[in-house]
Antibody, heavy 118, light 110 residues
Framework: QVQLQESGPGLVKPSETLSLTCDVS?????????WGWIRQPPGKGLEWIAS???????DYNPSLKSRVTISVDTSRDQFSLNLSSVTAADTAIYYC???????????WGQGTLVTVSS | QSALTQPASVSGSPGQSITISCTGT?????????VSWYQQHPGKAPKLMIY???KRPSGVSNRFSGSKSGYTASLTVSGLQADDEADYYC??????????FGTGTKVTVL
């Protein structure tokens, strides 16, 4: 059973960089699949941020691409998200998920709330 | 890249059927047979209910079914139960290898 767990600071200051890591267990990232980040502002809908393949191939949401970096560490079965120059609008629950063939997100982490505030 | 359009709310009585629509464009729903549906209970992570338009993951009740026609996908929940009360989101693969979600629909069981 694949399990995903997000980790990172729950509070980030405006203009700084938000950094999150997703630990994957029960499955080796190097075996395949894309892996992605999705966020959900409080009380609002889902927004896809980015996805990465085990080889390092990346897909980005065009509206966030200039501020986002996604990376993967297959030796640790981890993938990470960096979002730069954050504002209050980036306050959200951030989920990591397995991106099944770029077609659907079939396994999700529990999510982590990140608040952008001074 | 705009969000797919869903009705804000849908309601039904126990035992009834409801259908949630999800409308996109030729760049997403209309261009690919990769529509997915997610159920999200309050305070929980989304759960995949349908993928590839109409396929159900293992363990998902056959009361949930999906379909697509043109630029609009639909999720039907038959035999509505109290636990079906949740938010539902559609998703689609989109052009330039991106992904897009719907605006979300709150389902209320009367």
């Amino acid at each position: 059973q694949v399990q995903l767990q997000e980790s990172g600071p729950g509070l980030v200051k405006p203009s700084e960089t938000l950094s999150l890591t997703c630990d994957v267990s029960g499955y080796s990232i190097s075996s395949g699949y894309y892996w992605g980040w999705i966020r959900q502002p409080p009380g609002k809908g889902l927004e896809w941020i980015a996805s990465i393949y085990q080889s390092g191939n990346t897909d980005y949401n065009p509206s966030l691409k200039s501020r986002v970096t996604i990376s993967v560490d297959t030796s640790r079965d981890q993938f990470s998200l960096n979002l730069s120059s954050v504002t209050a609008a980036d306050t959200a629950i951030y989920y990591c998920a397995r991106d099944f063939g770029r077609r659907s997100f079939d396994q999700w982490g529990q999510g982590t709330l990140v608040t952008v505030s001074s | 890249q705009s969000a797919l359009t869903q009705p804000a709310s849908v309601s039904g009585s126990p035992g009834q059927s409801i259908t949630i629509s999800c409308t996109g464009t030729s760049s997403d729903i209309g261009g690919y047979n990769y529509v997915s549906w997610y159920q999200q209970h309050p305070g929980k992570a989304p759960k995949l209910m349908i993928y590839d338009v109409s396929k159900r993951p293992s363990g998902v009740s056959n009361r949930f079914s999906g379909s697509k026609s043109g630029y609009t996908a639909s999720l039907t929940v038959s035999g509505l139960q109290a636990d079906d009360e949740a938010d539902y989101y559609c998703g689609s693969h989109a052009s330039s290898s991106t992904r897009v979600f719907g605006t979300g629909t709150k389902v209320t069981v009367l």
